[in-house]
């Protein structure tokens, strides 16, 4: 990895590009330190201590601490990744936009600028129900009407530059905008982690019980957590990378084919099926569909009694329905991101029209059934992986009485960091490699 990213310093346009995603991550991180008018600095301290554990907390990793400080970058990247899920599901429902997500780049383009209408229009929404929860805790120092704009048009204004930054990402750096900026917030999170572990050696490290009462760990147990911690931390990162380096290798054989006087063909290939070809991809939409819940009743606030009661405690972070669902949505995006990103038939026909087969199955339509019965066990097995990971923390959250709360969403986050770190290399990897062919004129 680090060699790759040496021989990328190297070439001048590769450089350019390193620099200017650098240059962008350190706006944005700027951004996420910039405070709003009329706020009270003690009282976002208090709410962002109370909310610790909850959805808060996922929330806020993903925002970079920024939706803790009530920044103006507080709703981070949240609008746009949610925006893209939707237009993805409905180009697989409405048949205009499948017709237009297929135009090529021109209808590319339609489909990003539906994107970003879709994410200022959801930023507006969320940016009220912030002003809303903001106000309700005693944050905000004036009710005024104008400070009410002011805030909500910042948080908005905020969320739509994010968005901007993220594709310029795409256009100008390295590519992988949105992850960037997610491994970007994740990473900036260091600190706190180092410090956490050392409070729990210490035996200074407190929780809150599902009862609502604080409780301090002994010392003994925090030095047992923080060295299984640091120990299941390192067994993650290698399996995730192994599991992103596997794949199924389905063999090709080539029929032999004269030229003029010479012979071309017979060689044997095979067609590599990656155990992970979503990437951080299914963990970042599941993860983004199954906070809504809590979201909206953090803006809008949550009922004491009643239905509605229990049916948020459903989607709390410290109940075993919340593990099941990210399980079950984990593996669901997983089959349909590859859905959308990888067609078994026009795999099926690029081999035939190589004059290739797989042997033992007859080309056209039973190679197109064979690789999708194989892409869909390989899939399921990735998912499984990618979802155990992910849940294992909370398991250990809700199985210690939410004493863990610290790390509920570590499984998510290690995937993430890792997952991205892997796909920019292999994307500088693939720019190094066009960089280095020379064509077949020389």
Same mark, same amino acid.
């Given at each position: 990895?680090?060699?790759?990213?040496?021989?990328?310093?190297?070439?001048?346009?590769?450089?350019?590009?390193?620099?200017?995603?650098?240059?962008?991550?350190?706006?944005?991180?700027?951004?996420?330190?910039?405070?709003?008018?009329?706020?009270?600095?003690?009282?976002?301290?208090?709410?962002?201590?109370?909310?610790?554990?909850?959805?808060?907390?996922?929330?806020?990793?993903?925002?970079?601490?920024?939706?803790?400080?009530?920044?103006?970058?507080?709703?981070?990247?949240?609008?746009?990744?949610?925006?893209?899920?939707?237009?993805?599901?409905?180009?697989?429902?409405?048949?205009?936009?499948?017709?237009?997500?297929?135009?090529?780049?021109?209808?590319?383009?339609?489909?990003?600028?539906?994107?970003?209408?879709?994410?200022?229009?959801?930023?507006?929404?969320?940016?009220?129900?912030?002003?809303?929860?903001?106000?309700?805790?005693?944050?905000?120092?004036?009710?005024?009407?104008?400070?009410?704009?002011?805030?909500?048009?910042?948080?908005?204004?905020?969320?739509?530059?994010?968005?901007?930054?993220?594709?310029?990402?795409?256009?100008?750096?390295?590519?992988?905008?949105?992850?960037?900026?997610?491994?970007?917030?994740?990473?900036?999170?260091?600190?706190?982690?180092?410090?956490?572990?050392?409070?729990?050696?210490?035996?200074?490290?407190?929780?809150?019980?599902?009862?609502?009462?604080?409780?301090?760990?002994?010392?003994?147990?925090?030095?047992?957590?923080?060295?299984?911690?640091?120990?299941?931390?390192?067994?993650?990162?290698?399996?995730?990378?192994?599991?992103?380096?596997?794949?199924?290798?389905?063999?090709?054989?080539?029929?032999?084919?004269?030229?003029?006087?010479?012979?071309?063909?017979?060689?044997?290939?095979?067609?590599?099926?990656?155990?992970?070809?979503?990437?951080?991809?299914?963990?970042? *939409?599941?993860?983004?569909?199954?906070?809504?819940?809590?979201?909206?009743?953090?803006?809008?606030?949550?009922?004491?009694?009643?239905?509605?009661?229990?049916?948020?405690?459903?989607?709390?972070?410290?109940?075993?329905?919340?593990?099941?669902?990210?399980?079950?949505?984990?593996?669901? *995006?997983?089959? *349909?991101?590859?859905?959308?990103?990888?067609?078994?038939?026009?795999?099926?026909?690029?081999?035939?029209?190589?004059?290739?087969?797989?042997?033992?199955?007859?080309?056209?339509?039973?190679?197109?059934?064979?690789?999708?019965?194989?892409?869909?066990?390989?899939?399921?097995?990735?998912?499984?992986?990618?979802?155990?990971?992910?849940?294992?923390?909370?398991?250990?959250?809700?199985?210690?009485?939410?004493?863990?709360?610290?790390?509920?969403?570590?499984?998510?986050?290690?995937?993430?960091?890792?997952?991205?770190?892997?796909?920019?290399?292999?994307?500088?990897?693939?720019?190094?490699?066009?960089?280095?062919?020379?064509?077949?004129?020389?």
């Amino acid at each position: 990895m680090f060699q790759t990213i040496k021989n990328a310093w190297k070439l001048a346009d590769l450089r350019k590009k390193i620099l200017y995603t650098l240059l962008i991550i350190f706006i944005y991180r700027i951004g996420t330190a910039l405070p709003v008018p009329y706020m009270d600095a003690n009282a976002i301290n208090n709410l962002a201590s109370q909310m610790s554990g909850s959805v808060f907390q996922y929330l806020n990793i993903l925002s970079g601490n920024a939706l803790s400080r009530a920044t103006i970058f507080a709703l981070g990247i949240q609008p746009y990744i949610t925006a893209s899920i939707i237009l993805q599901l409905l180009c697989v429902a409405i048949p205009a936009l499948e017709r237009l997500s297929k135009e090529g780049e021109e209808g590319k383009k339609k489909i990003n600028q539906i994107t970003r209408y879709t994410t200022v229009a959801l930023a507006l929404i969320s940016a009220f129900g912030y002003y809303q929860l903001l106000k309700s805790q005693g944050v905000i120092t004036d009710g005024g009407w104008f400070p009410m704009i002011v805030i909500i048009v910042s948080y908005c204004a905020g969320s739509a530059l994010v968005m901007w930054l993220a594709e310029k990402i795409n256009e100008n750096g390295i590519g992988n905008g949105i992850s960037i900026i997610l491994f970007a917030n994740i990473i900036s999170r260091g600190p706190a982690i180092v410090s956490g572990i050392i409070s729990y050696v210490r035996g200074t490290s407190t929780y809150t019980t599902a009862s609502g009462e604080t409780a301090t760990i002994p010392q003994w147990v925090g030095i047992i957590i923080a060295v299984v911690g640091l120990i299941a931390a390192v067994a993650m990162i290698a399996f995730i990378v192994w599991m992103t380096n596997s794949e199924r290798r389905l063999p090709v054989q080539y029929a032999k084919k004269v030229v003029g006087r010479k012979m071309y063909g017979g060689q044997n290939s095979n067609l590599p099926i990656k155990v992970n070809m979503t990437g951080v991809m299914p963990i970042i *939409f599941a993860n983004s569909i199954i906070t809504v819940p809590q979201t909206i009743a953090m803006f809008t606030g949550t009922p004491s009694s009643g239905f509605w009661k229990g049916f948020l405690d459903l989607f709390d972070t410290g109940s075993w329905f919340y593990a099941a669902l990210t399980l079950v949505l984990i593996v669901a *995006f997983s089959y *349909f991101y590859i859905a959308i990103s990888f067609d078994p038939v026009e795999v099926s026909n690029n081999i035939k029209s190589q004059g290739g087969f797989i042997p033992g199955i007859r080309p056209g339509r039973p190679t197109a059934e064979y690789i999708k019965k194989v892409l869909s066990r390989v899939t399921f097995i990735g998912a499984l992986c990618l979802a155990v990971v992910a849940v294992l923390p909370l398991v250990a959250n809700i199985a210690s009485g939410r004493a863990l709360s610290s790390i509920a969403f570590g499984g998510s986050s290690i995937i993430i960091v890792v997952g991205v770190v892997l796909e920019t290399i292999r994307e500088i990897e693939a720019q190094m490699t066009m960089r280095h062919y020379k064509g077949f004129l020389e």
